[in-house]
């Protein structure tokens, strides 16, 4: 069976509302809790462990969750970075293969998508992960520190990178198990099996899976959310 882990720690500087993007109500619930519910009803998950804003519910399961909630939830304090909050859930979550892991700030994330990530490691013996993405339709282009472009890149290979990434346990160990300057580094966790040299493969996501970084996102996430019908769950 698989474990997920929620990593939720970060503080929303970009967004800018004061408080941790986690709590920041969309939809008539904390951001976070649209992503407990998404997991909560995916099959297959055992147990959640969900990285929590250290200084507001770390280390306690977070208040109004039964707890005789199935699959269990475990609460956890995040660590400086993204990574380490993914290590600290992962040490807690117990036993379980593979892992999910998947960010708070996608709020959009459907179980149907995260049995659809897992389905394609399960299909795919030679892969260390199956990350979700989505094509991207803008042109990207590099730009130097002067502001001039120095290249532009090829579209129909560049790929959006989501969340949920699912992981075979013994792949994600290894990859976290790197020093914390290392894993500062990364944006995501499938990065750090890439750079080892591992294989991730990707599975196609709606763009409506959107990131909250920005205010414009959770506007955007409000009337998507809006036209799905309100809370379940
Ligand atoms: N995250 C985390 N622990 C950290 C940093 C980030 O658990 N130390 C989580 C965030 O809660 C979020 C996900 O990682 O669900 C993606 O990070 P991001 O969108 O950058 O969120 P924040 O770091 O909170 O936002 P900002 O960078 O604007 O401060
Ligand atoms: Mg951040």
């Given at each position: 069976?698989?474990?997920?882990?929620?990593?939720?720690?970060?503080?929303?500087?970009?967004?800018?509302?004061?408080?941790?993007?986690?709590?920041?109500?969309?939809?008539?619930?904390?951001?976070?809790?649209?992503?407990?519910?998404?997991?909560?009803?995916?099959a297959?998950?055992?147990?959640?462990?969900i990285?929590?804003?250290?200084?507001?519910?770390?280390?306690?399961?977070?208040?109004?969750?039964?707890?005789?909630?199935?699959?269990?939830?475990i609460?956890?304090?995040g660590?400086?970075t993204?990574s380490e909050?993914?290590?600290?859930?992962?040490?807690?979550?117990?036993?379980?293969?593979?892992?999910?892991?998947?960010?708070?700030?996608?709020?959009?994330?459907?179980?149907?998508?995260?049995e659809?990530?897992?389905?394609?490691?399960e299909?795919?013996?030679?892969?260390?992960?199956?990350?979700?993405?989505?094509?991207?339709?803008?042109?990207v282009?590099?730009?130097?520190?002067?502001?001039?472009?120095?290249?532009?890149?090829?579209?129909?290979?560049?790929?959006?990178?989501?969340?949920?990434?699912v992981?075979?346990?013994?792949?994600?160990?290894?990859?976290?198990?790197?020093?914390?300057?290392?894993?500062?580094?990364?944006?995501?966790?499938a990065w750090?099996?890439e750079?080892?040299?591992?294989?991730?493969?990707?599975?196609?996501?709606?763009?409506?899976?959107?990131k909250?970084?920005?205010?414009?996102d959770?506007?955007?996430?409000?009337?998507?959310?809006?036209?799905?019908?309100?809370?379940?769950?």
């Amino acid at each position: 069976m698989a474990v997920a882990l929620i990593v939720a720690a970060g503080s929303g500087e970009r967004l800018g509302a004061g408080q941790p993007k986690a709590f920041v109500e969309l939809g008539g619930r904390d951001l976070y809790r649209w992503s407990v519910s998404a997991l909560q009803t995916t099959a297959g998950i055992e147990r959640i462990a969900i990285a929590m804003p250290q200084d507001v519910e770390g280390g306690k399961v977070p208040s109004g969750f039964a707890v005789t909630a199935l699959p269990e939830i475990i609460g956890v304090p995040g660590g400086a970075t993204r990574s380490e909050s993914v290590r600290h859930a992962l040490e807690a979550v117990g036993p379980g293969d593979p892992v999910v892991v998947h960010d708070a700030a996608r709020p959009l994330v459907t179980s149907d998508l995260v049995e659809r990530v897992i389905a394609a490691l399960e299909g795919e013996p030679a892969a260390d992960a199956a990350i979700a993405a989505a094509p991207v339709t803008d042109t990207v282009k590099r730009v130097d520190g002067a502001g001039a472009v120095t290249e532009t890149l090829e579209r129909s290979e560049l790929w959006a990178v989501q969340t949920p990434q699912v992981f075979r346990r013994a792949a994600l160990e290894r990859a976290l198990d790197v020093p914390a300057a290392e894993l500062a580094r990364a944006t995501d966790d499938a990065w750090l099996i890439e750079r080892a040299g591992g294989r991730v493969i990707v599975v196609r996501a709606s763009e409506e899976n959107l990131k909250v970084t920005i205010p414009f996102d959770l506007r955007v996430a409000e009337l998507l959310l809006a036209m799905r019908g309100g809370p379940h769950g």
